[in-house]
């Protein structure tokens, strides 16, 4: 079984610049997941898709960050304009039910490491 | 808002021995609480989930346990290997509102 995968795997960009990261996840799950994870930190959930539409978008900085799940499936993370507290790691989980709220296990990507100088 | 505390300083023990990670959560205690290990350059990996009806959970050398009063759940590695080497995750799933919320992670080091 194919994990999830996302792409690029390293990004650098200058500030105000923008950048796009992409996520398959796992044929059949539902749920999708961005996270951010800053160095030394655990990771932070930005967006939860179910299908195509948004379950939670809370912690998602709506003025620079937008995030779309076209047909249920592979999903886009955009970041305009970065700044340099954006540098981290973005993961992409997926999961097979309907929400995390099953306590589903969550496959993660390798993630996609953006700096921003 | 919730909190979720884990040893931030790294845990080095022996080949062999047992370690014993700790994950301290306050207010509201979670239907699930996962752990997942997490190698460097690498996305997390699930180990074990446990329910918060559930006081312990075993699974080969891994053990976990759940303590809603204590608001607390320990992570057990027994005969501890070096390739057991990397962070390890807590996470908090809520059902009210299907969050997802991780801990910081803690550092192991086993050495040979």
């Known amino acids: 079984e194919a994990g999830v995968a996302q792409s690029p795997r390293y990004k650098i960009i200058e500030k105000r610049q923008s950048v796009a990261f992409w996520c398959n996840p796992i044929?059949?799950?539902?749920?999708l997941y961005w996270y951010q994870q800053i160095l030394g930190q655990g990771p932070k959930l930005l967006i939860q898709?179910?299908?195509?539409?948004?379950?939670?978008d809370s912690q998602l900085p709506k003025d620079r960050f937008s995030a779309e799940r076209l047909k249920g499936v592979d999903s886009t993370l955009k970041i305009q304009p970065a700044k340099l507290e954006d540098s981290a790691v973005y993961l992409c989980a997926s999961s097979f039910g309907a929400s995390s709220g099953s306590g589903e296990t969550q496959y993660f990507g390798p993630g996609t490491r953006l700096l921003v100088l | 808002s919730q909190k979720i505390e884990q040893n931030s300083e790294a845990l080095n023990i022996q080949e062999g021995k047992t370690a014993t990670l700790t994950c301290n959560y306050t207010n509201y205690s979670p239907a699930y609480l996962q752990w997942y290990r997490q190698d460097p350059g690498r996305g997390p990996v699930f180990l074990l989930l446990i329910r918060e009806n559930e006081k312990e959970k075993r699974k080969e050398r891994l053990k976990v346990t759940f303590d809603t009063t204590l608001k607390q759940s320990l992570f057990h590695i027994t005969a501890s290997q070096p390739a057991d080497s990397a962070t390890y995750l807590c996470?908090?799933?809520?059902?009210?509102?299907?969050?997802?919320?991780f801990g910081a992670g803690t550092r192991l080091f086993v050495k040979a």
């Open positions: 898709f179910q299908n195509n539409g948004v379950v939670d």
């Open positions: 044929s059949g799950h539902a749920t």
């Open positions: 996470a908090l799933l809520y059902t009210g509102g299907f969050k997802t919320i």
